[in-house]
Protein backbone atom coordinates (compact mmCIF):
# COMPACT_ATOMS: atom_id res chain seq x y z
CA UNK A 1 0.00 0.00 0.00
CA UNK A 2 1.55 3.21 -0.69
CA UNK A 3 0.65 6.17 1.59
CA UNK A 4 0.58 9.41 -0.21
CA UNK A 5 2.16 12.75 1.67
CA UNK A 6 1.62 14.75 -1.71
CA UNK A 7 0.05 17.97 -0.73
CA UNK A 8 -1.61 17.79 -4.56
CA UNK A 9 -3.68 14.94 -3.74
CA UNK A 10 -5.73 16.55 -0.72
CA UNK A 11 -8.46 18.10 -1.60
CA UNK A 12 -9.50 15.95 -5.01
CA UNK A 13 -10.85 13.53 -2.36
CA UNK A 14 -13.32 16.00 -0.89
CA UNK A 15 -14.30 18.00 -3.85
CA UNK A 16 -15.36 14.93 -5.69
CA UNK A 17 -16.89 12.46 -3.40
CA UNK A 18 -19.55 13.78 -1.58
CA UNK A 19 -22.86 15.68 -2.42
CA UNK A 20 -22.51 17.45 1.37
CA UNK A 21 -20.35 19.99 1.39
CA UNK A 22 -17.29 18.76 2.71
CA UNK A 23 -16.88 18.65 6.50
CA UNK A 24 -13.71 16.55 8.48
CA UNK A 25 -14.21 16.93 12.58
CA UNK A 26 -12.20 14.77 14.88
CA UNK A 27 -8.63 15.04 12.96
CA UNK A 28 -5.73 16.48 13.96
CA UNK A 29 -5.26 20.45 13.36
CA UNK A 30 -2.91 21.18 10.51
CA UNK A 31 -1.06 24.60 10.17
CA UNK A 32 -1.43 26.84 6.27
CA UNK A 33 2.12 25.87 6.39
CA UNK A 34 1.46 21.98 5.31
CA UNK A 35 -1.59 23.13 3.18
CA UNK A 36 -0.99 26.63 1.49
CA UNK A 37 -3.76 25.72 -1.47
CA UNK A 38 -6.33 25.23 1.02
CA UNK A 39 -9.14 28.03 1.58
CA UNK A 40 -12.40 28.55 3.38
CA UNK A 41 -15.58 28.99 0.93
CA UNK A 42 -18.03 31.56 2.75
CA UNK A 43 -20.89 33.21 2.83
CA UNK A 44 -21.36 36.17 4.95
CA UNK A 45 -18.25 35.34 6.91
CA UNK A 46 -19.89 31.79 7.88
CA UNK A 47 -18.01 28.89 6.19
CA UNK A 48 -19.69 26.58 3.94
CA UNK A 49 -16.75 24.32 2.34
CA UNK A 50 -13.52 24.12 1.74
CA UNK A 51 -11.29 24.83 -1.41
CA UNK A 52 -7.92 24.44 -3.36
CA UNK A 53 -6.24 27.60 -5.38
CA UNK A 54 -5.51 26.21 -8.85
CA UNK A 55 -3.92 29.63 -9.88
CA UNK A 56 -3.94 32.95 -8.90
CA UNK A 57 -7.59 33.59 -9.77
CA UNK A 58 -9.30 30.29 -9.47
CA UNK A 59 -10.57 28.41 -6.44
CA UNK A 60 -11.66 24.45 -7.24
CA UNK A 61 -14.46 23.43 -4.35
CA UNK A 62 -17.78 21.58 -5.21
CA UNK A 63 -20.70 22.01 -6.88
CA UNK A 64 -22.99 21.72 -3.72
CA UNK A 65 -21.17 24.21 -2.07
CA UNK A 66 -22.08 27.17 -4.25
CA UNK A 67 -25.80 26.01 -5.51
CA UNK A 68 -28.91 25.38 -3.35
CA UNK A 69 -30.78 23.75 -6.18
CA UNK A 70 -30.38 23.33 -9.95
CA UNK A 71 -29.02 26.70 -11.49
CA UNK A 72 -29.67 28.43 -8.11
CA UNK A 73 -26.55 29.96 -6.99
CA UNK A 74 -25.47 31.48 -3.67
CA UNK A 75 -24.54 35.16 -3.86
CA UNK A 76 -21.78 36.89 -2.11
CA UNK A 77 -19.34 33.89 -2.06
CA UNK A 78 -15.88 34.94 -0.52
CA UNK A 79 -12.95 32.96 -0.07
CA UNK A 80 -10.43 33.11 2.91
CA UNK A 81 -7.31 32.43 2.04
CA UNK A 82 -3.57 31.91 3.74
CA UNK A 83 -4.66 30.68 7.63
CA UNK A 84 -6.05 27.56 9.06
CA UNK A 85 -7.75 29.96 11.43
CA UNK A 86 -11.57 30.56 10.73
CA UNK A 87 -11.15 33.55 13.21
CA UNK A 88 -8.86 35.01 11.18
CA UNK A 89 -6.03 35.72 13.91
CA UNK A 90 -3.38 35.03 11.25
CA UNK A 91 -1.73 38.41 10.13
CA UNK A 92 -1.10 36.69 6.01
CA UNK A 93 -5.04 35.71 6.30
CA UNK A 94 -7.14 37.43 3.13
CA UNK A 95 -10.58 37.61 1.70
CA UNK A 96 -11.17 37.46 -1.81
CA UNK A 97 -14.81 38.03 -3.66
CA UNK A 98 -15.97 35.98 -6.04
CA UNK A 99 -16.32 37.69 -9.62
CA UNK A 100 -17.81 33.61 -11.63
CA UNK A 101 -19.12 30.98 -10.73
CA UNK A 102 -18.52 27.88 -13.03
CA UNK A 103 -20.30 24.43 -12.51
CA UNK A 104 -19.57 20.95 -14.48
CA UNK A 105 -21.77 21.17 -17.26
CA UNK A 106 -23.32 17.87 -16.67
CA UNK A 107 -23.69 18.34 -12.52
CA UNK A 108 -27.32 17.88 -11.49
CA UNK A 109 -27.93 18.21 -7.67
CA UNK A 110 -30.66 15.32 -8.01
CA UNK A 111 -27.92 12.43 -8.84
CA UNK A 112 -25.35 12.38 -5.94
CA UNK A 113 -21.57 12.95 -6.58
CA UNK A 114 -21.87 13.04 -9.99
CA UNK A 115 -19.48 15.73 -12.01
CA UNK A 116 -19.75 17.67 -8.46
CA UNK A 117 -17.01 20.36 -8.86
CA UNK A 118 -17.39 23.82 -9.62
CA UNK A 119 -14.29 26.42 -10.38
CA UNK A 120 -14.69 30.01 -8.67
CA UNK A 121 -13.05 33.02 -10.44
CA UNK A 122 -11.81 35.69 -8.80
CA UNK A 123 -12.21 39.40 -9.37
CA UNK A 124 -8.53 39.79 -8.43
CA UNK A 125 -5.45 37.60 -8.36
CA UNK A 126 -4.76 35.61 -4.78
CA UNK A 127 -1.18 37.24 -4.01
CA UNK A 128 0.64 33.55 -3.96
CA UNK A 129 3.36 33.46 -1.04
CA UNK A 130 5.32 30.52 -0.84
CA UNK A 131 3.90 28.60 2.28
CA UNK A 132 0.59 30.29 2.70
CA UNK A 133 -0.87 30.55 -0.25
CA UNK A 134 0.21 28.47 -3.38
CA UNK A 135 -1.57 26.20 -6.24
CA UNK A 136 -2.02 22.93 -6.04
CA UNK A 137 -0.72 20.87 -8.28
CA UNK A 138 -3.24 18.45 -9.66
CA UNK A 139 -2.85 14.85 -10.04
CA UNK A 140 -2.81 12.97 -12.68
CA UNK A 141 -6.00 11.27 -14.08
CA UNK A 142 -4.97 7.65 -12.49
CA UNK A 143 -3.00 7.14 -9.38
CA UNK A 144 -1.55 4.06 -7.78
CA UNK A 145 -2.58 4.94 -4.44
CA UNK A 146 -5.66 4.18 -2.37
CA UNK A 147 -3.99 6.02 0.98
CA UNK A 148 -4.28 10.21 1.21
CA UNK A 149 -5.10 13.17 3.57
CA UNK A 150 -7.96 15.05 3.37
CA UNK A 151 -7.81 18.69 4.97
CA UNK A 152 -10.98 20.96 5.64
CA UNK A 153 -12.83 22.23 8.33
CA UNK A 154 -16.50 20.95 10.21
CA UNK A 155 -18.94 20.73 12.15
CA UNK A 156 -18.66 18.25 15.84
CA UNK A 157 -21.45 16.57 15.48
CA UNK A 158 -22.50 16.30 19.20
CA UNK A 159 -22.10 20.35 20.43
CA UNK A 160 -23.10 21.46 16.05
CA UNK A 161 -19.95 23.83 16.64
CA UNK A 162 -17.88 24.12 13.65
CA UNK A 163 -14.09 23.48 14.26
CA UNK A 164 -12.02 26.83 14.26
CA UNK A 165 -8.74 25.46 13.23
CA UNK A 166 -8.33 23.10 10.06
CA UNK A 167 -8.44 19.68 10.29
CA UNK A 168 -6.29 17.00 8.30
CA UNK A 169 -7.40 13.21 8.12
CA UNK A 170 -6.06 10.02 6.97
CA UNK A 171 -8.41 8.72 4.58
CA UNK A 172 -8.80 5.31 1.63
CA UNK A 173 -10.17 5.35 -1.42
CA UNK A 174 -12.71 2.61 -1.34
CA UNK A 175 -14.13 2.78 -5.24
CA UNK A 176 -17.79 3.62 -3.70
CA UNK A 177 -17.98 0.52 -1.76
CA UNK A 178 -17.32 0.01 2.09
CA UNK A 179 -16.81 -2.69 4.50
CA UNK A 180 -20.35 -4.31 5.57
CA UNK A 181 -21.29 -2.17 8.60
CA UNK A 182 -24.34 -2.34 11.01
CA UNK A 183 -25.07 0.69 13.90
CA UNK A 184 -28.95 0.97 15.39
CA UNK A 185 -29.85 -2.51 15.45
CA UNK A 186 -30.38 -4.30 18.88
CA UNK A 187 -27.23 -6.69 20.66
CA UNK A 188 -27.51 -10.23 20.21
CA UNK A 189 -25.42 -13.11 21.65
CA UNK A 190 -23.19 -15.21 19.56
CA UNK A 191 -25.67 -18.62 20.45
CA UNK A 192 -27.86 -16.95 18.10
CA UNK A 193 -25.91 -16.69 15.09
CA UNK A 194 -22.95 -18.85 16.08
CA UNK A 195 -21.63 -18.73 12.29
CA UNK A 196 -20.65 -15.34 12.78
CA UNK A 197 -17.33 -13.95 12.55
CA UNK A 198 -15.31 -11.02 12.58
CA UNK A 199 -12.80 -10.39 9.61
CA UNK A 200 -9.76 -8.61 11.64
CA UNK A 201 -5.91 -7.08 10.92
CA UNK A 202 -4.09 -6.27 13.51
CA UNK A 203 -6.96 -6.94 16.24
CA UNK A 204 -8.89 -4.12 14.38
CA UNK A 205 -12.34 -5.61 12.82
CA UNK A 206 -12.77 -5.21 9.02
CA UNK A 207 -15.82 -6.79 8.19
CA UNK A 208 -18.57 -9.36 9.35
CA UNK A 209 -17.87 -13.19 7.92
CA UNK A 210 -19.97 -16.19 8.28
CA UNK A 211 -18.33 -19.82 8.89
CA UNK A 212 -19.01 -22.48 5.84
CA UNK A 213 -16.93 -25.07 6.62
CA UNK A 214 -14.21 -26.25 9.69
CA UNK A 215 -11.61 -24.04 7.73
CA UNK A 216 -13.60 -21.58 5.24
CA UNK A 217 -15.22 -18.13 5.94
CA UNK A 218 -17.04 -16.26 3.35
CA UNK A 219 -16.80 -12.84 3.23
CA UNK A 220 -16.42 -9.48 0.94
CA UNK A 221 -13.95 -9.22 -1.94
CA UNK A 222 -13.76 -5.54 -1.07
CA UNK A 223 -13.19 -6.24 2.58
CA UNK A 224 -9.80 -8.14 1.98
CA UNK A 225 -8.72 -6.16 -1.13
CA UNK A 226 -7.31 -2.88 -1.40
CA UNK A 227 -7.22 -2.39 -4.86
CA UNK A 228 -7.71 -5.25 -7.88
CA UNK A 229 -4.74 -7.48 -7.15
CA UNK A 230 -3.75 -6.61 -3.95
CA UNK A 231 -5.02 -8.33 -1.21
CA UNK A 232 -4.40 -7.39 2.71
CA UNK A 233 -1.73 -9.38 4.53
CA UNK A 234 -1.91 -10.65 8.17
CA UNK A 235 -5.51 -11.65 8.15
CA UNK A 236 -6.97 -13.23 10.98
CA UNK A 237 -10.57 -14.36 12.05
CA UNK A 238 -12.55 -13.80 15.51
CA UNK A 239 -14.77 -16.58 16.00
CA UNK A 240 -16.73 -17.78 18.93
CA UNK A 241 -17.86 -14.52 20.18
CA UNK A 242 -20.39 -11.66 20.40
CA UNK A 243 -17.73 -9.21 22.03
CA UNK A 244 -14.91 -7.35 19.65
CA UNK A 245 -13.02 -6.36 23.17
CA UNK A 246 -13.38 -10.93 23.86
CA UNK A 247 -13.57 -9.96 27.77
CA UNK A 248 -17.03 -11.17 28.23
CA UNK A 249 -16.40 -14.73 26.57
CA UNK A 250 -12.55 -15.27 26.51
CA UNK A 251 -12.74 -18.53 27.15
CA UNK A 252 -15.06 -19.39 24.04
CA UNK A 253 -13.27 -16.82 21.10
CA UNK A 254 -10.67 -17.67 18.95
CA UNK A 255 -8.38 -16.06 16.62
CA UNK A 256 -7.38 -17.98 13.65
CA UNK A 257 -4.66 -17.33 10.99
CA UNK A 258 -5.81 -17.14 7.16
CA UNK A 259 -3.36 -19.34 5.04
CA UNK A 260 -4.90 -18.27 1.63
CA UNK A 261 -7.49 -15.21 0.37
CA UNK A 262 -9.83 -16.28 -2.79
CA UNK A 263 -12.06 -13.92 -3.97
CA UNK A 264 -14.65 -14.15 -7.20
CA UNK A 265 -12.58 -14.46 -10.48
CA UNK A 266 -14.60 -11.89 -11.95
CA UNK A 267 -14.52 -9.34 -9.13
CA UNK A 268 -13.48 -5.31 -9.95
CA UNK A 269 -13.62 -3.16 -7.25
CA UNK A 270 -14.19 -0.26 -9.97
CA UNK A 271 -18.33 -2.05 -10.45
CA UNK A 272 -19.39 -1.36 -6.83
CA UNK A 273 -20.95 -4.54 -5.18
CA UNK A 274 -20.55 -6.69 -8.16
CA UNK A 275 -19.07 -10.15 -7.52
CA UNK A 276 -17.69 -8.93 -4.33
CA UNK A 277 -17.27 -12.34 -2.95
CA UNK A 278 -14.66 -14.03 -1.15
CA UNK A 279 -13.30 -17.17 0.87
CA UNK A 280 -10.67 -16.99 3.75
CA UNK A 281 -9.16 -20.66 3.96
CA UNK A 282 -8.02 -21.02 7.78
CA UNK A 283 -4.63 -22.51 8.73
CA UNK A 284 -6.39 -24.70 11.32
CA UNK A 285 -9.83 -26.08 11.01
CA UNK A 286 -12.07 -24.55 13.56
CA UNK A 287 -13.96 -27.20 16.35
CA UNK A 288 -17.77 -26.62 16.00
CA UNK A 289 -19.54 -25.82 19.25
CA UNK A 290 -22.71 -23.88 20.49
CA UNK A 291 -20.79 -20.95 20.06
CA UNK A 292 -18.50 -21.72 16.33
CA UNK A 293 -20.89 -23.57 13.87
CA UNK A 294 -21.78 -23.57 10.22
CA UNK A 295 -23.99 -21.36 8.51
CA UNK A 296 -26.88 -22.90 6.01
CA UNK A 297 -25.66 -21.32 2.51
CA UNK A 298 -28.63 -21.14 0.07
CA UNK A 299 -28.44 -22.32 -3.63
CA UNK A 300 -31.52 -21.17 -4.35
CA UNK A 301 -32.79 -17.60 -5.31
CA UNK A 302 -33.77 -15.50 -2.84
CA UNK A 303 -37.46 -15.69 -2.52
CA UNK A 304 -38.30 -14.01 0.99
CA UNK A 305 -38.53 -10.19 1.21
CA UNK A 306 -38.03 -9.98 4.93
CA UNK A 307 -34.40 -10.68 5.83
CA UNK A 308 -32.01 -9.66 8.82
CA UNK A 309 -28.67 -8.78 8.83
CA UNK A 310 -25.85 -9.29 11.33
CA UNK A 311 -22.15 -7.51 12.24
CA UNK A 312 -20.37 -4.64 13.56
CA UNK A 313 -20.00 -1.04 13.02
CA UNK A 314 -19.54 2.69 13.67
CA UNK A 315 -21.54 4.85 15.32
CA UNK A 316 -21.82 7.34 12.83
CA UNK A 317 -21.75 10.64 14.75
CA UNK A 318 -19.25 9.68 17.47
CA UNK A 319 -16.84 7.46 15.10
CA UNK A 320 -16.52 4.58 17.60
CA UNK A 321 -16.54 0.97 16.97
CA UNK A 322 -19.99 -1.04 18.46
CA UNK A 323 -18.24 -3.79 20.35
CA UNK A 324 -21.28 -5.96 20.45
CA UNK A 325 -22.48 -7.44 17.42
CA UNK A 326 -25.98 -6.15 16.21
CA UNK A 327 -28.61 -7.42 14.68
CA UNK A 328 -31.00 -5.33 12.11
CA UNK A 329 -34.31 -6.66 10.12
CA UNK A 330 -34.27 -5.32 6.51
CA UNK A 331 -36.72 -5.85 3.46
CA UNK A 332 -35.54 -6.43 -0.18
CA UNK A 333 -36.79 -3.28 -2.28
CA UNK A 334 -36.94 -3.53 -6.45
CA UNK A 335 -33.86 -2.73 -8.18
CA UNK A 336 -35.71 0.00 -9.47
CA UNK A 337 -37.28 1.83 -6.03
CA UNK A 338 -33.48 1.34 -4.87
CA UNK A 339 -31.58 3.29 -8.29
CA UNK A 340 -34.21 6.05 -7.56
CA UNK A 341 -33.49 6.39 -4.05
CA UNK A 342 -29.81 5.46 -3.35
CA UNK A 343 -28.07 4.82 -6.12
CA UNK A 344 -28.92 7.00 -9.32
CA UNK A 345 -25.73 6.78 -10.84
CA UNK A 346 -25.52 2.42 -11.22
CA UNK A 347 -27.13 0.09 -12.50
CA UNK A 348 -27.78 -3.32 -10.86
CA UNK A 349 -26.61 -6.72 -11.77
CA UNK A 350 -29.60 -9.32 -12.09
CA UNK A 351 -27.46 -11.21 -9.14
CA UNK A 352 -27.86 -8.22 -6.62
CA UNK A 353 -30.44 -7.55 -4.22
CA UNK A 354 -31.37 -4.11 -2.36
CA UNK A 355 -32.51 -4.13 1.20
CA UNK A 356 -33.48 -1.43 3.23
CA UNK A 357 -33.46 -1.18 7.12
CA UNK A 358 -37.24 -1.23 8.89
CA UNK A 359 -35.75 0.61 11.53
CA UNK A 360 -35.58 4.35 10.71
CA UNK A 361 -32.75 4.80 13.63
CA UNK A 362 -30.98 1.82 11.91
CA UNK A 363 -27.55 2.77 9.95
CA UNK A 364 -25.90 0.20 7.22
CA UNK A 365 -23.46 0.71 5.02
CA UNK A 366 -23.46 -1.54 1.52
CA UNK A 367 -27.08 -2.45 1.84
CA UNK A 368 -26.95 -4.37 -1.41
CA UNK A 369 -26.56 -8.54 -1.54
Request: charged share 15%; aromatic share 8%.
Amino acid sequence: MILSFITCLNIIISVVYGNLSSKIYGGETSTIYSHPHQVSIQLHDYHTCSGSIISNRHILTAATCVTSEQNVYYGNIQVLSGTNDLMRQEEHSKIHRVAYIILHEQYNPYVNWMNDIAILVLEKQIPLLMGIRAAVCMPPQKTSSNSYYTTGWGINPSTKIISRYLQQIHVKITNGKSANKIYGGKTVKIEDYPYQVSVQIRDVHLCGGAIISTDHILTSASCILAERNVVYGNIQVLSGTNDLMREETSSLSEIHEVAYVIFHEKYNPHQSWVNDIAILRLTSRIIMTHVQFLAHVSTLNLRSSDLYLTGWGKDPVFDRMMRYLQHTDVITISSKTCNNKYYKQLMFNQAQHCCSPRSKTTYIIQVII
